[in-house]
Nanobody, 121 residues
Framework: QVQLVESGGGLVQPGGSLRLSCAASGRIFSINAMGWYRQAPEKKRELVAGINSGDTTNYADAVKGRFTISRDNTKNTVYLQMNSLKPEDTAVYYC???????????????WGQGTQVTVSS
Protein backbone atom coordinates (compact mmCIF):
# COMPACT_ATOMS: atom_id res chain seq x y z
CA GLN A 1 0.00 0.00 0.00
CA VAL A 2 0.91 3.66 -0.06
CA GLN A 3 0.97 6.04 2.88
CA LEU A 4 1.13 9.82 2.94
CA VAL A 5 2.37 11.44 6.14
CA GLU A 6 2.05 15.18 6.67
CA SER A 7 4.01 17.32 9.08
CA GLY A 8 4.72 20.96 9.83
CA GLY A 9 1.36 22.22 11.06
CA GLY A 10 0.93 24.24 14.22
CA LEU A 11 -0.06 27.55 15.76
CA VAL A 12 1.28 30.73 14.20
CA GLN A 13 0.50 34.43 14.55
CA PRO A 14 -1.05 36.40 11.69
CA GLY A 15 1.65 37.39 9.22
CA GLY A 16 3.77 34.40 10.14
CA SER A 17 4.96 31.44 8.06
CA LEU A 18 4.77 27.68 8.13
CA ARG A 19 6.10 24.95 5.87
CA LEU A 20 4.09 21.78 5.45
CA SER A 21 5.62 18.54 4.21
CA CYS A 22 3.95 15.39 2.90
CA ALA A 23 6.03 12.27 2.33
CA ALA A 24 4.71 9.30 0.37
CA SER A 25 5.99 5.79 0.99
CA GLY A 26 5.17 2.23 0.01
CA ARG A 27 4.58 0.66 -3.39
CA ILE A 28 5.40 3.62 -5.65
CA PHE A 29 6.54 3.43 -9.26
CA SER A 30 6.05 7.14 -9.83
CA ILE A 31 3.79 9.97 -8.71
CA ASN A 32 1.83 12.15 -11.09
CA ALA A 33 0.02 15.14 -9.62
CA MET A 34 0.26 16.04 -5.95
CA GLY A 35 -1.77 18.60 -4.10
CA TRP A 36 -2.75 20.31 -0.90
CA TYR A 37 -6.33 20.79 0.25
CA ARG A 38 -7.78 22.30 3.39
CA GLN A 39 -10.98 22.04 5.34
CA ALA A 40 -12.11 24.61 7.88
CA PRO A 41 -14.82 23.82 10.46
CA GLU A 42 -18.25 23.51 8.86
CA LYS A 43 -16.83 24.13 5.39
CA LYS A 44 -16.16 21.89 2.43
CA ARG A 45 -12.68 20.66 1.63
CA GLU A 46 -11.10 22.96 -0.96
CA LEU A 47 -8.06 22.87 -3.19
CA VAL A 48 -5.20 25.07 -2.01
CA ALA A 49 -2.48 24.23 -4.53
CA GLY A 50 -1.50 21.52 -6.97
CA ILE A 51 1.64 20.47 -8.84
CA ASN A 52 1.94 17.98 -11.68
CA SER A 53 4.83 15.76 -12.71
CA GLY A 54 6.16 18.54 -14.94
CA ASP A 55 6.20 20.97 -12.00
CA THR A 56 3.32 23.02 -13.37
CA THR A 57 1.50 24.56 -10.42
CA ASN A 58 -1.93 26.00 -9.75
CA TYR A 59 -3.27 27.87 -6.74
CA ALA A 60 -6.55 28.91 -5.22
CA ASP A 61 -7.10 32.64 -5.63
CA ALA A 62 -7.14 33.08 -1.85
CA VAL A 63 -3.51 31.96 -1.51
CA LYS A 64 -1.89 33.22 -4.70
CA GLY A 65 1.24 35.22 -3.96
CA ARG A 66 1.43 33.90 -0.38
CA PHE A 67 1.74 30.10 -0.72
CA THR A 68 4.21 28.11 -2.80
CA ILE A 69 3.92 24.41 -3.62
CA SER A 70 6.97 22.37 -4.59
CA ARG A 71 8.03 18.75 -4.75
CA ASP A 72 11.12 16.59 -4.42
CA ASN A 73 10.68 13.50 -6.58
CA THR A 74 13.75 11.82 -5.09
CA LYS A 75 11.97 11.84 -1.73
CA ASN A 76 8.38 11.43 -3.00
CA THR A 77 7.59 14.55 -1.00
CA VAL A 78 5.47 17.61 -1.63
CA TYR A 79 5.84 20.87 0.30
CA LEU A 80 3.65 23.88 0.94
CA GLN A 81 5.40 27.06 1.99
CA MET A 82 2.84 29.37 3.57
CA ASN A 83 3.74 33.01 4.13
CA SER A 84 1.75 36.03 5.31
CA LEU A 85 -0.70 33.73 7.03
CA LYS A 86 -4.16 35.02 7.89
CA PRO A 87 -6.74 33.82 10.44
CA GLU A 88 -8.89 32.63 7.53
CA ASP A 89 -6.13 30.18 6.59
CA THR A 90 -6.96 28.22 9.75
CA ALA A 91 -7.95 24.69 8.73
CA VAL A 92 -6.87 21.08 8.61
CA TYR A 93 -4.54 20.71 5.64
CA TYR A 94 -4.49 17.47 3.65
CA CYS A 95 -2.13 16.35 0.93
CA UNK A 96 -2.94 13.93 -1.85
CA UNK A 97 -1.03 12.12 -4.55
CA UNK A 98 -1.87 10.29 -7.77
CA UNK A 99 0.38 7.25 -7.57
CA UNK A 100 1.45 4.77 -10.26
CA UNK A 101 2.29 1.44 -8.66
CA UNK A 102 3.81 -0.10 -11.81
CA UNK A 103 4.54 0.68 -15.45
CA UNK A 104 0.86 0.59 -16.41
CA UNK A 105 -1.07 3.83 -16.88
CA UNK A 106 -3.32 3.26 -13.90
CA UNK A 107 -3.07 5.71 -11.02
CA UNK A 108 -4.45 5.57 -7.51
CA UNK A 109 -5.40 8.56 -5.38
CA UNK A 110 -4.15 8.62 -1.80
CA TRP A 111 -4.72 11.11 1.00
CA GLY A 112 -2.78 12.02 4.08
CA GLN A 113 -4.32 12.13 7.54
CA GLY A 114 -4.27 15.92 7.78
CA THR A 115 -2.35 18.44 9.85
CA GLN A 116 -3.88 21.34 11.78
CA VAL A 117 -2.87 24.89 10.94
CA THR A 118 -4.13 27.59 13.30
CA VAL A 119 -3.47 31.28 12.66
CA SER A 120 -4.27 33.33 15.71
CA SER A 121 -2.83 36.03 17.92
Amino acid sequence: QVQLVESGGGLVQPGGSLRLSCAASGRIFSINAMGWYRQAPEKKRELVAGINSGDTTNYADAVKGRFTISRDNTKNTVYLQMNSLKPEDTAVYYCNANVRKDSSHYTYLYWGQGTQVTVSS
